[in-house]
Structure formats: structure tokens, C-alpha cells
């Protein structure tokens, strides 16, 4: 995405200076042309009645203002001064998922719609589209969006492509199939002159995935970032500042935020906060996306937040040794208090839990009563992956929380189940490193 930087305020005042003076003598032509234009209206007379000679003069009035609008904005250059917050005017059939600029508009994508505004957010052009419409970039006149016409977050079932807009009109030029992204493809950016797109994840990966292709959309490579499972992949991407940026939802557990990666893709840093549903960078400073619905309309709306000193400012997520969490093995067949003594709130019906941490995380349940994830199998349903339970203790450790995971039968009966077995084994290895305090087994 283009960085346009306008803080150079003597070359700004030159502008301004330079610029009124053109004005004034635009002003003086735009007169001139004006009496003789109202002249020539006058002189039909007798062919045409009084309103309507009346209603082609303020048709030429009208135009002239236009006209004059149109440059002092451009020779003022309003971005100098962008406000803190951008709102796009109108409302959408979906959430915001992208934001793009070329340094004179912005470019909004809401799922079912790609709309081009000013830098204000007044609309100039809004475009329906086909679901799903993701992520965007500008890139030399023409806007591509990332759109999945499959299914999100399945291992095959993804139908991944890029739709490219021309910037001015908003008119399809192309659509380019990637049949190398199975998990439906969700937002792209460029470095140089190659794309960089990513998108959806299914629940038993550990690492996100980035895919570089050529100007031409020619696939060059799959980039694999280690950076353990975030709910539905990636969602957004930027590059700014030899950075790519990529937006992740926060669901579970995992908290919304926004992955940062130098150039070569081989680490990340983990940023708390928005991000999931855009970034850019305008008047040299970050701007954070959000996304809303308005209570009366039931329509989607979407702003750009500016962030100051980002990323700087910015709070990292990092997993620390706190040793105030707590691993809590619960065997149904020892255990006969169970639920009602894990330490959990319970829902009115007293069966069910309520489970947070600050909002950002969910422990373990009983997946006979909860379909909350991560779930280890019981009473039947034995549906659990070893990595989703690792991860919880991760979560106890950042959280000082207590992680329950409720087990069938009895600490003996593990071994005629290798399966459940191995993983309880990950589970309590992880929370010995961790520091985390052990009850239960």
C-alpha cells in the first residue's frame, strides 16, 4: 500500500501560495465566460420561458462552484491535515474487511461491496460485488481484491481468486484464479512487484500461511509463518516501512491484533489491538480500521482510527512465565464434584460455564455440554487436537487463570487410550515449563 507523507509544511504553504494565485486568475477566465454563457441564455427569449432560461443559469453556476471546489482541494491538499478519524459515509451489506489509498482516495471493501471515497470518507463511488469480497491494495491505477467464492477455513474447499478494479471508475477489469490457496483467500498487499495474499486457516494448523505471486499472478512461493494458530488465519495485510502487517481476529483463544513481519517473512512480533479489518498509512501516520453496525439500518459501517507512534505504541503480545496459572485434571471417573468444583461461574442453567479472561481467551470444557473450543472428547464425543490443549495452558500461564480439562474414566484407564494418553502427557509437559501449577494428577 502507498505511503503519501504531506508533513513537509514550508513545501505545503509554498503550494497554498502558489495555488491562490492561480485560483484568483481562474476566477477572473471563469467570469468572463460565465457573462457571455448567461448572454447567450438571454438572447433566446422568445423560444424559451423564464424558468427554464432560470434553470440553465444556475446549472452554470452550479458547475463553475463545482469546478472551483475541485481545485482549491487539489491545490490545498486537505491531507496535510487528515483528521483522527475517517469515517466512510453509507452503510453495507458486510463488515469491513479491507482498506487501501493511492494518497488521493481511499478504497473500502465490505464483503459484498468495494466503495472509493475521499480522504473525508465522502463516497464517490460504491460498487456491489460478489461475496467474498476481502483485503484490498492499490497498486499503478488498478485495485485488486483478495475474494474466496468457497468455503473459508477447509483444508480443499476454498475457491480463491483476485479481482481486479480500475482505481478511477471502480469497473472489473479481471478476474485471476489461485487455485494454490485451498483456504479461501482473504486479503493481499505488494512489495516490489510481487503480491503477497493470505487467508483462512482450519482448526488443526499451527502456522499461518503468506503466498507470494508474480505481477502477472504467476505463483512464486508459499511463505510458512510460525506463529501457532489464530482463529480463521489472516485477514488483512500491509506493507509499510520494509513491514508486511497482517490483521488476525481475536476468537478462540486468541486476542485480536495484528501479526508484524520484516521483509523475508522468517519472524513475527505480535501487536494487541485493531488491525483485523485494515491498515494504511497516510499523512505519515498509521491508520487502524474498524468495523461497526448500525442499530437502527442493520447496516455495516466502517472508520479509520490514526494511531500515533505505531508500532511503537502499540502493545505486544507475549506469553510470560507468571506461575500464578493453574492445570486442573478432572476425571470424570475419580473426580465426582466435577464441574462444581473447577471454579467456574455458571449460566442460570448450572450446568454450563461462563468462561473469560479479560475477554480474550476460553478455557477448555466439557464437550458434552459446550461446543466452546478447545473441547476435549466426552461421553462419546471424542474430538480434541493436542496442540488446541497446549495452547491452553499457554493461555493459563498469560491469563494467572485456571485451565480445566475434564477427563473420561480415571487417571488408570488413560493407558487403554494412547491417544488421550499422549496428550495429556503434551499437556503437563508444557505446564512444567510453563510454571504452571499442576492439580489433578
Excluded at 228 to 250: L, V
Amino acid at each position: 500500500m502507498r505511503m503519501v507523507n504531506y508533513a513537509d509544511a514550508p513545501h505545503c504553504l509554498y503550494l497554498v501560495k502558489s495555488g491562490l494565485s492561480v485560483v484568483v486568475e481562474f476566477v477572473i477566465l471563469v467570469g468572463v465566460r460565465m457573462k457571455r454563457v448567461l448572454a447567450s441564455v438571454g438572447r433566446r427569449g422568445s423560444r424559451e420561458s423564464t424558468a427554464t432560461k432560470n434553470r440553465k443559469r444556475e446549472k452554470v453556476k452550479t458547475s463553475i462552484i463545482s469546478a472551483l471546489g475541485a481545485i482549491a482541494f487539489t491545490v490545498c491538499g486537505t491531507a496535510a491535515n487528515l483528521p483522527d478519524k475517517i469515517s466512510c459515509e453509507g452503510g453495507y451489506g458486510g463488515h469491513l474487511q479491507g482498506v487501501a489509498t493511492d494518497g488521493e482516495s481511499i478504497y473500502w471493501s465490505f464483503t459484498v461491496s468495494v466503495v472509493k471515497t475521499d480522504l473525508t470518507g465522502k463516497v464517490l463511488i460504491s460498487r456491489q460485488a460478489p461475496s467474498h469480497q476481502g483485503d484490498l491494495c492499490y497498486k499503478d491505477g488498478v485495485v485488486y481484491v483478495a475474494v474466496n467464492r468457497g468455503q473459508f477455513n477447509t483444508e480443499k474447499k476454498g475457491g480463491s481468486q483476485v479481482t481486479a478494479y480500475d482505481a478511477k471508475t471502480l469497473e472489473p477489469i479481471k478476474t485471476t484464479m489461485l487455485p494454490e490457496i485451498p483456504h479461501g483467500a482473504g486479503g493481499m498487499t505488494w512489495k516490489g512487484d510481487h503480491f503477497f495474499i493470505i487467508g483462512g486457516l482450519p482448526l488443526k494448523h499451527e502456522k499461518n500461511y503468506v503466498y507470494e505471486y508474480t505481477s502477472d499472478f504467476t505463483f512464486v512461493k508459499r511463505h510458512d509463518l510460525d506463529t501457532g494458530f489464530t482463529w480463521m488465519g489472516i485477514q488483512t495485510a500491509a506493507h509499510e516501512d520494509n513491514t508486511f502487517y497482517f490483521g488476525i481476529y481475536g476468537a478462540k483463544g486468541n486476542p485480536v491484533g495484528v501479526l508484524a513481519c520484516p521483509d523475508d517473512l522468517l519472524s513475527y512480533t505480535r501487536y494487541l489491538g485493531a488491525g483485523s479489518v485494515g491498515i494504511l498509512k497516510l499523512d505519515g501516520a498509521y491508520y487502524l480500521a474498524e468495523t461497526g453496525r448500525d442499530k437502527e439500518t442493520k447496516r455495516f459501517t466502517g472508520r479509520l482510527i490514526r494511531q500515533n507512534n505505531y508500532p511503537a505504541s502499540a502493545r505486544r503480545f507475549e506469553i510470560t512465565r507468571t506461575g500464578k496459572g493453574e492445570l486442573r485434571l478432572f476425571f470424570e471417573g475419580r473426580d465426582k464434584t466435577g464441574w462444581k468444583d473447577s471454579g467456574y461461574v455458571f449460566n442460570n442453567d448450572g450446568n454450563s460455564p461462563i468462561f473469560s479472561c479479560n475477554g480474550l481467551f476460553i478455557p477448555v470444557v466439557k464437550a458434552a455440554t459446550c461446543t466452546a473450543f478447545p473441547a476435549v472428547g466426552v461421553n462419546g464425543n471424542r474430538e480434541f487436537w493436542t496442540p488446541d490443549l497446549v495452547r491452553g495452558v499457554h493461555r493459563a500461564a498469560l491469563c494467572d487463570e485456571v485451565f480445566s480439562l475434564h477427563l473420561p474414566g480415571t487417571p488408570q484407564s488413560l493407558k487403554d487410550d494412547a491417544k488421550l494418553a499422549a496428550a495429556v502427557d503434551a499437556v503437563t509437559r508444557e505446564a512444567e515449563r510453563l510454571g504452571v501449577k499442576i492439580v489433578g494428577r
